[in-house]
């Protein structure tokens, strides 16, 4: 399952913690990336948040997984976590039939 989640910054923390923890932060992103489980990792353009996509069996894997990330352990981020699945409009467009004879604009 591909899983977006989407980091917020809690009120509590503060710019020295997020130093003490960076490095270990960094190694962590960077095992699960090198075990498949991180696909895609950004920074917002719009402020310093992260937003991942993750390949998880489940939410509740992605919330553990997670966890297990230094920062959220310090209570200093937490993650909007959202499941992902495939677009299915556009099988409009192979629904023949159907399109002849429909005009909706959707």
């Known amino acids: ?12 923390s503060s710019a ?20 498949s489980v991180i696909r895609e990792i950004y920074f917002r353009a719009d402020r310093d948040e992260a937003v991942l996509v993750l390949e998880c069996e489940s939410i509740s894997e992605a919330q553990e997984i997670l966890g297990t990330l230094p920062f ?20 409009r467009l192979f629904d023949s039939e159907k399109s002849q004879n429909d005009n909706r604009q959707y």
């Open 72 to 91: 959220v352990g310090s209570n200093l981020i937490s993650f909007e976590i959202i499941p992902l699945k495939a677009y299915p409009g556009l099988a």
């Open 1 to 12: 399952m591909k899983i977006l989640a989407i980091e917020h910054e809690l009120s509590n």
């Open 16 to 35: 020295d913690q997020f130093k003490e923890y960076a490095r270990a932060e960094a190694l962590k992103v960077w095992e699960l990336q090198q075990s």
